[in-house]
């Protein structure tokens, strides 16, 4: 029987330590706060008790007295209960009266602490809390006094006399009043101060000002909470150290519709430059049933996606041979991505068309002498490049080893990729299965990202114009639109 106070840190889910994910992955049961990290319960047991004691919407806080008592109730049962809380548990987090009150009560407990939003919040900002020779020293400040009691908890002239930097939790309302006491304490207006909104989070927007403009900007600005503000010369630094905000997709919020197991890579490089991303997959493929076809007879092999290598290679193994039943043959790869699985299975492909499209490959294909083509592919693929060979005069066998599915979204996914700033769709059938799973139609709010001619077609068929097309017409092609349409 112990009870855990644990520090889910500021925002950003990498910033949760290791021990407070083995802890939630654990618990029996987790008392949760607000102001935790979005998906930091994802790791906790499907048939764990999840009890939230924050404040509900703009509502009413539960009281701590009700989760002492829920505190203690739990763990009297002798499960493993974690008190999961924002930042750092003892750093105006109650950890040390809920410490308290297991103590009194007999009940062992551990204390993991967590990042703290006053040096995780302001680092994300670029500002050192303290830096040689500009601040020695930092403090760590509550701007929420009791609004009941008339006189000040704070010792303002000592604030202002504290030589190093402030940092300001729960202050957002008390600006004015920041700023005013500490000017009044004889420190410069001039000052610079930075307030960090939603820190280490995708929204997270700093406002710099000074001492005396602080209160304005932020009325200006439309500050809320949370938020820190850090009072000190340190806070010029971000003008030269800001990193996270300066990303070129800062603040844009990305839906990304291809398959789950391809939306991986991609969504790690759109976090990466800064945007928020939506895994949205509107599709899946299903592997079918093929025979393996007599290949010597072929003089080209044509793989379209990584998923047809995938397959192929399946399909070679389930008929008892190897990557040797493709000696000798020519090979072509549509898309760096095909090729590059290729390569993976030690194969280099001889044609990867400079446009990664079929008709790419009719052109890159023209002057070269063919007679049999075998096109691995997906079932619904399209006939752009057979019907160009045969017009020829080739033979082509299509060999279908997969077909394209709708992936089911629910109403949350949805409702995210609907209030995204882009959808990305990175084939026909993602823009097929998103506008299906939507109920017919495209969202209207998001811009629309195409990767390549195929797919801005089918947009048009959902009677929607693509807000821009990649070139390349590759993922990497589409990220880079992005970044540049900004
Ligand atoms: N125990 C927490 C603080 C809880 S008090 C910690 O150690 O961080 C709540 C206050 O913390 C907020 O009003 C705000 O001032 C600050 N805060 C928490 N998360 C924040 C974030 N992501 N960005 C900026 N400030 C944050």
């Not at 949760?32 to 048939?47: F, M, N």
């Not at 809920?98 to 967590?114: C, T």
């Not at 399909?315 to 039943?325: I, M, P, T, V």
């Not at 026909?428 to 299906?436: W, Y």
Request: with cysteine; charged share 20%.
């Amino acid at each position: 029987m112990t009870a855990y106070l644990v520090g889910a840190g500021p925002g950003d889910r990498g910033l949760l330590t290791l021990r407070a994910a083995e802890l939630i992955a654990q618990a029996d049961v987790i008392l949760y706060d607000r102001l935790i990290p979005a998906d930091a319960l994802s790791g906790a047991r499907d048939d764990a008790e999840l009890v939230f004691v924050g404040k509900q919407g703009g509502g009413e806080q539960v009281p701590q007295e009700a989760t002492n008592e829920l505190l203690l109730r739990h763990a009297a049962t002798g499960r493993t209960v974690v008190r999961l809380k924002g930042g750092d548990p003892f750093v105006f987090g109650r950890g040390g009266e809920e410490a308290l009150v297991l103590r009194e009560a007999g009940i062992p407990f551990e204390v993991v602490p967590g990042i703290t939003a006053g040096i995780a919040a302001t680092a994300y900002a670029g500002i050192p809390v303290t830096q040689r020779n500009v601040a020695s020293a930092v403090a760590f400040v509550t701007g929420h006094e009791n609004p009941d009691k008339p006189e000040t908890q704070l010792d303002w002239p000592a604030l202002a006399a504290f030589p190093g930097t402030l940092v300001f939790y729960m202050g957002v309302r008390a600006l004015p009043r920041i700023s005013a006491q500490l000017t009044a304490g004889g420190l410069s207006p001039q000052t610079p101060v930075a307030i960090v909104e939603r820190g280490t989070m995708p929204g997270q927007r700093t406002t710099l000002a000074t001492l005396e403009t602080v209160a304005e900007r932020a009325a200006e600005r439309g500050v809320k909470a949370p938020a820190v503000t850090l009072v000190g010369d340190v806070a010029g630094l971000a003008e030269q150290l800001e990193w996270l905000e300066a990303r070129p997709l800062h603040g844009v919020r990305i839906a990304v519709t291809r398959a789950r197991a391809q939306a991986s890579p991609m969504a790690a490089r759109l976090r990466a430059l800064g945007a928020e991303v939506v895994e949205a997959p509107a599709i899946r493929t299903r592997a079918l049933d093929a025979e393996l076809p007599f290949l010597a007879g072929h003089d080209l092999i044509v793989v379209s996606s990584p998923n047809g290598v995938h397959e192929l290679f399946a399909l070679l193994e389930r008929s008892g041979r190897d990557a040797r039943a493709l000696g000798g043959h020519r090979i072509a790869a549509i898309g760096p991505g095909t090729a590059r699985a290729l390569r993976e299975h030690g194969i280099v492909a001889d044609v990867v068309p400079a446009r990664a499209v079929a008709e790419g490959l009719v052109e890159a294909l023209e002057d070269v002498p063919l007679s049999r083509v075998l096109v691995v592919r997906a079932l619904e693929g399209r006939d752009v490049l057979p019907d160009a060979l045969r017009a020829r005069g080739c033979e082509v066998t299509i060999l279908a080893l997969y077909e394209t599915i709708a992936e089911p979204l629910d109403p949350d996914t949805l409702a995210a990729a609907a209030g995204a700033d882009w959808i990305t769709f990175t084939s026909a059938s993602t823009v097929r299965f998103l506008a299906e799973a939507a109920g017919g139609a495209l969202p209207a709010g998001p811009r629309l990202a195409s990767i390549g001619p195929a797919t801005s077609a089918a947009l048009r068929e959902h009677g929607r114009e693509p807000d821009l097309e990649a070139e390349p017409h590759t993922p990497d092609g589409l990220i880079d639109a992005l970044v540049n349409a900004g």
